[in-house]
């Protein structure tokens, strides 16, 4: 089974620039979740989807940054125009709905915004 | 609510044992459990659902105190390839807003050597 992709691996923006994320969940997997994980902290989430609707998106810094998942497959995360604080892995997870287990992660986006 | 781990980093020598602690204020659905290498996606180890089951995976086991709201992990004749950074995820519920949702500790550095 193919794992959770997610592209780039690394970007690095200026400060005020726009940066896009993009994110295939695994087949078949209907919630899609998007985490920004610090340096040295546990990832929290941004935005959660269960098909193309969104379910929860209260910790996501609206005025800056926006997600969608069209056709409810592959999902993009987009930052407009970033801070130096979004300096952080950028990780996306699916997981079937009902879940009955864990989250499958992909490798994440390393951002390094200067 | 961010649940809190302890410790927040432990090393231990080769087949010595080890326990992490992950407690929250707020009544818990489950906990589940991951592991992250440097540079890697969080990868799930187990999950645990209210009622206070205890599982096992190879030589890594969990436990979920209903009463007290608190999970352990429990890792016994560590290996060097148990080295990574240990997050518990807690879920509060699975109605209505925030469900199937984790929220995930600070992580707990385990470094294990020869």
């Known amino acids: 089974e193919a794992g959770v992709a997610q592209s780039p691996r690394y970007k690095i923006i200026e400060k005020r620039q726009s940066v896009a994320f993009w994110c295939n969940p695994i087949s078949g997997h209907a919630t899609l979740y998007w985490y920004q994980q610090i340096l040295g902290q546990g990832p929290k989430l941004l935005i959660q989807f269960q098909n193309n609707g969104v379910v929860d998106d209260s910790q996501l810094p609206k005025d800056r940054f926006s997600a969608e998942r069209l056709k409810g497959v592959d999902s993009t995360l987009k930052i407009q125009p970033a801070k130096l604080e979004d300096s952080a892995v950028y990780l996306c997870a699916s997981s079937p709905a009902p879940r009955n287990g864990g989250y499958t992660f992909g490798s994440g986006t390393r951002l390094t915004v200067v | 609510q961010q649940p809190v781990q302890s410790p927040q980093a432990v090393i231990l020598r080769e087949g010595e044992d080890a326990v992490i602690n992950c407690s929250s204020s707020?009544?818990?659905?489950?906990v589940h459990w991951y592991r992250q290498k440097h540079g890697e996606a969080p990868v799930f180890l187990m999950i645990l659902l209210k009622g206070g089951e205890q599982k096992g995976h190879d030589k890594i086991s969990a436990s979920f105190n209903e009463k007290k709201q608190q999970s352990s992990l429990y890792l016994t004749a560590s290996q060097l390839s148990y080295s990574g950074t240990y997050f518990c995820g807690t879920e509060f519920g699975h109605s209505g807003a925030g469900s199937y949702q984790l929220t995930f500790g600070k992580g707990t550095k385990l470094s294990v050597i020869p």
């Open positions: 707020k009544a818990l659905y489950s």
